[in-house]
């Protein structure tokens, strides 16, 4: 990706799965053990940060829009069924898609 002058890098979402809240897996805490929101972030803030690097080396204005998929938006999902957490887990703050310049897409 550094080897290439990029205008528009588009993510496509569900970069995390939040598999650890995912309404099927209720009840079934062998499937998500070791899974937890926190890893989620923090890997999909890493993979941002090798992409950003990589599509803006060559052109520092390259346009990034990130589109919510349906997994990232199990975070709002959650946040309706347990709105304590509202202002807490979301996924453009947690990302800081505003201050790397990301454009962010909701998923309706």
Do not use: S
């Amino acid at each position: 990706m550094a080897d290439e002058a990029w205008d528009v890098y588009i993510n496509l979402g569900d970069l995390m799965d939040f598999n650890c809240i995912a309404r099927f897996n209720d009840g079934l805490p062998r499937r998500k053990m070791g899974q937890t929101l926190r890893k989620d972030y923090d890997y999909a803030n890493e993979f941002l940060d090798r992409h950003l690097a990589a599509v803006r080396k060559k052109n520092g204005e390259c346009r990034v829009v990130f589109l919510e998929g349906n997994h990232d938006e199990r975070i709002e999902r959650y946040a309706d069924k347990y709105p304590e957490v509202e202002g807490v887990i979301e996924v453009e703050p947690a990302l800081r898609l505003r201050d790397r310049g990301v454009e962010w897409v909701r998923y309706n």
